[in-house]
């Protein structure tokens, strides 16, 4: 059974950092594309990151919604069939309830109707 468990959630005051972790376990992701998304309460789910599958040199393409682009980082380390997302600068707008999500083969979707797997979420908030 295909698990993605996400953590690393909670409040933190504006301009502040925090890191997610999603650790997926009953299969490996190591050729496919992983993205974090988020929903805030009374709006769609959004795409937020997501990275493709490490080449031969060790390096994963990224690509970011504007909303975020400069302030987030997505990474992932195959090893440990993990994908992480570094939130620095954060701000108020950014509050939401994130997911991790998995989509089999290596096109960096922005679309969640693309993502095979999804993760429980766990809840940011940023204060004012």
């Known amino acids: 059974q295909v698990q993605l468990v996400e953590s690393g959630g909670g409040l933190v005051q504006a301009g502040g950092f925090l890191r997610l972790s999603c650790a997926a376990s009953g299969r490996t992701f190591s050729n496919d594309a992983m993205g974090w998304f988020r929903q805030a309460p009374g709006k769609e789910r959004e795409f937020v990151a997501v990275v493709g599958p490490t080449t031969w040199n060790g390096s994963s393409s990224t690509s970011y919604s504007d909303s975020v682009k400069g302030r987030f980082t997505i990474s992932r380390n195959t090893a440990k069939n993990t994908v992480y997302l570094q939130m620095n600068s954060l701000k108020p707008e950014d509050t939401a309830v994130y997911y991790c999500?998995?989509?089999?083969?290596?096109?960096?979707?922005?679309?969640?109707?693309?993502?095979?797997?999804w993760g429980q979420g766990t809840q940011v908030t940023v204060s004012s």
């Open positions: 999500a998995a989509r089999l083969g290596s096109f960096k979707s922005r679309s969640s109707v693309d993502y095979n797997y």
